[in-house]
């Protein structure tokens, strides 16, 4: 389970924890809470705001028609109509306190005898027609006076106003909506930070204390990932938990985990690990298969009959040391085992990882067990040259010695095999059937008649040549096996990074050309050039050949096999 930054991965998924989970439904729950009751008050608080600020503006305009009516007697004595309105215009100003406050004049045609305001705006005329004619109607009903709103350039004002019989005009005190609503803001803000601060400090006091409760369950949900990415059941460490029901619950998963563990460690060890993966993953196993592209490799004891007769039981043991290596060499070339019958195995590569690897690991595959098999080999000869220093080997002791000295031949064919699992309900097994599954083991009946340790057919060579260099692919012969009516080549895949293999490239090259001489019936200079070749795979040429100069009539250089 991977852990990045706050959070453990399963994948790409994120797990939450629980306490995280709790507090992510209670945070909300009380800042919701937090945020409407100040809301609430902030909104109780705004309208006491405006008729504070109602009131205050009724008591200004009445100052302001209290100066109006004393300028309106200045102007009558001396007729200075300029210096009055400025007059006026300056009281009216006196008293402004927000940024966008105004007070106004102006008759019943809109025309403006003063404006003032806070920012500087001054305009002739008064600019909301609707409220104009709001005025107008009240006037002529009788309502000199009232409260009043208009736009003014996009924004809306609210105020008071009272009409003027020495001016005639209306006399209007006014401030901004956003002037008050600047407040509301103001204040919603300063709460909400304060609110969030605390909201802060007890979330980090919250994951403190939820950390400390549930920290056993993020030490089981760490267990039991570890267990799911092991495909196999362990007990959960709860040596230092608390004694609460979540420990028990684990205790309870210990005692049963040992039990299914006991069992699922028994069903690995007879069948392949994509069935035990399968199985793991979906719960079930059921009887179902489909048509797939694998690799298949197919190994054989050779002599076995001769080495069974000589063992007797003792042949058990000798087997067990064998599969032991070669079902480790399988695994780690990422193969599962199909099936193991007595000295043979057969192996599935792509089924279970890498399928586009699958013919170039069947081919390392092959090659460890190749090679772990002739390490065997050499240190029993180390072993009996230790014994002959001080004496023979009994007759009886030189027969078991030949019958421990494995050997295996290895065959891989690959392409379209149905793969799945056959049977019944009360019993199935897992297998691969197919004609390629046929060909790997026929393939590995061949390397005793050429003297190769690996056959492989032309689809594993063209499926491994543009994966890697490691492998030069020499053709070896053109057959047709019994039962069939095509021929089909068969290729050695040399290991050019085997010192030994390495020597015999130039062996091999001279060996392909006699065959194509051989094939195109040109058996006198076939004969000549595998002469020089130090193999035993061109033995079997020069016997089948034998003192013939040309091929025989019809000749197709397809070799017929007469058994499987």
């Not at 008071?160 to 005190?173: A, G, I, Q």
């Not at 594993?460 to 089909?488: A, H, P």
Request: proline content about 2%.
């Amino acid at each position: 389970m991977a852990k990045k930054r706050f959070f453990q991965y399963v994948g790409k998924t994120p797990i939450i924890p629980i306490s995280l989970k709790i507090l992510l439904i209670f945070i909300p729950l009380i800042l919701m809470s937090s945020f409407m009751t100040n809301l609430i008050s902030v909104q109780l608080s705004q309208r006491q705001v405006t008729e504070l600020t109602n009131r205050l503006t009724v008591t200004q305009l009445k100052e302001l028609y209290k100066t109006a009516g004393n300028q309106y007697q200045i102007y009558s004595y001396k007729k200075n109509k300029e210096d009055c309105v400025a007059a006026l215009e300056s009281a009216a100003m006196e008293e402004f306190s927000n940024p966008k406050s105004v007070a106004m004049g102006f008759d019943r045609t809109g025309k403006t005898l003063f404006w003032a305001s806070a920012n500087g705006l001054s305009m002739l005329e008064f600019p909301d027609k609707n409220a104009l004619g709001l005025l107008n109607e009240r006037y002529d009903s009788g309502t000199l006076d009232g409260q009043i709103s208009f736009d003014l350039r996009g924004e809306e004002f609210y105020g008071v106003y009272k009409f003027s019989e020495d001016w005639n005009v209306f006399l209007v005190r006014a401030e901004a909506r956003s002037d008050t609503a600047r407040y509301k803001v103001a204040i919603m803000l300063i709460i909400s930070a304060v609110i969030l601060l605390l909201t802060i400090i007890f979330v980090a006091l919250g994951i403190f204390m939820f950390k400390k409760v549930f920290s056993s369950i993020s030490k089981i949900t760490q267990s039991l990932y570890d267990m799911q990415q092991r495909s196999q059941l362990a007990t959960i460490n709860i040596d230092d938990a608390p004694n609460d029901d979540v420990t028990y619950m684990a205790a309870s998963f210990n005692s049963l985990s040992v039990s299914v563990n006991n069992l699922l460690t028994t069903f690995q060890k007879f069948v392949s690990k994509d069935v035990v993966s399968k199985a793991y993953t979906d719960h079930t196993i059921k009887l179902e298969g489909m048509q797939r592209e694998l690799t298949i490799l197919f190994s054989d004891i050779k002599s076995f009959t001769y080495r069974t007769e000589t063992l007797g039981n003792e042949i058990i043991d000798l087997l067990n040391v064998h599969y032991n290596n070669v079902i480790h060499d399988v695994h780690q070339e990422n193969g599962v085992v199909g099936s193991i019958i007595g000295d043979a195995i057969l192996a599935i590569f792509g089924s279970y990882k890498n399928p586009e690897m699958k013919s170039l690991e069947a081919i390392d595959a092959g090659w460890r067990i190749t090679y772990v098999t002739a390490e065997l080999r050499e240190k029993m000869k180390a072993q009996r040259k230790k014994i002959e220093e001080t004496r023979k080997l009994t007759a009886a002791e030189d027969r078991v010695y030949k019958a421990v000295l494995l050997d295996i031949g290895v065959g891989i064919d690959g392409g379209t095999v149905f793969y799945g699992n056959i049977g019944s309900d009360e019993h199935m097994t897992n297998t691969v059937i197919g004609d390629n599954v046929n060909s790997a083991s026929r393939l590995e009946g061949v390397t005793r008649i050429y003297h190769l340790p690996i056959v492989v057919s032309e689809y594993i060579m063209d499926d491994v040549k543009d994966k890697s260099d490691r492998y030069k692919f020499f053709e070896i012969d053109t057959i047709q096996v019994k039962g069939k009516t095509k021929g089909k080549k068969i290729y050695f895949p040399l290991d050019t990074e085997n010192e030994a293999q390495r020597e015999l490239i130039k062996d091999f090259e001279l060996y392909e050309e006699a065959l194509q001489a051989y094939y195109s019936g040109d058996w006198k200079n076939a004969r000549k050039l595998f002469k020089k070749v130090k193999m035993e795979v061109a033995g079997v040429f020069m016997e089948r050949m034998g003192a013939r100069g040309n091929a025989p009539e019809k000749w197709k250089g397809i070799w017929t096999m007469t058994t499987k």
